[in-house]
């Protein structure tokens, strides 16, 4: 669980709810993601929030800080590295767990601040209701869906992608299907 008032993540037993162990990562740690026996925190306000934190799963303790870029949020697992969206670059950065380095930015209209990994594909939530699909063995946006809402949350289910609108109060949904991979 991300503590961003004081820059820290806890482990949860979820046997009995209790916190386990607190460890102290960067400022403002917003979104955890877990991938290659590490979990992975985005630390948004870090000098102008520019890394992500690596913690070691079994032992708990914090093995690197990545410099990513401008404005780090969402961060997920994605065809086996970790994908961070950067707010503030209008961009989303791979980063490659093996020796701890942003192997790859791609530009995202309209920025990124949610992701999610599915269909083969890495989707984007952008400002002003820009849901990007991106092909990430391509190393660029395939298709966008514009819903002209702003956009929150995104998850799959039932062969969709199931995207909420906070502006109208709606939910979208959105078959890959009939997209460009």
Known sequence: ?????????????????????????????????????????SNYNEGNGKNVTRINAVSNSKEATIQVGNGPSAIVLHGGSIWVALEGDDKVARINATDNTVAETIDVPLGAYQLLSAVDSLWAVGYMGKISRINTDKGEVVDTVDTGGRCEGIAYGENLIWVTDLTNGLMYLINPAKMAE
């Not at 806890?10 to 386990?20: E, K, L």
């Not at 400022?27 to 993601?33: E, N, Q, S, T």
């Open 1 to 41: 669980m991300a503590n961003t008032g004081d820059n820290s993540v806890s482990r949860i037993n979820p046997a009995n709810n209790q916190v386990t162990e607190t460890i102290k990562v960067g400022a403002g740690p917003v979104f955890l993601a877990y991938g290659a026996d590490s979990i992975w925190v």
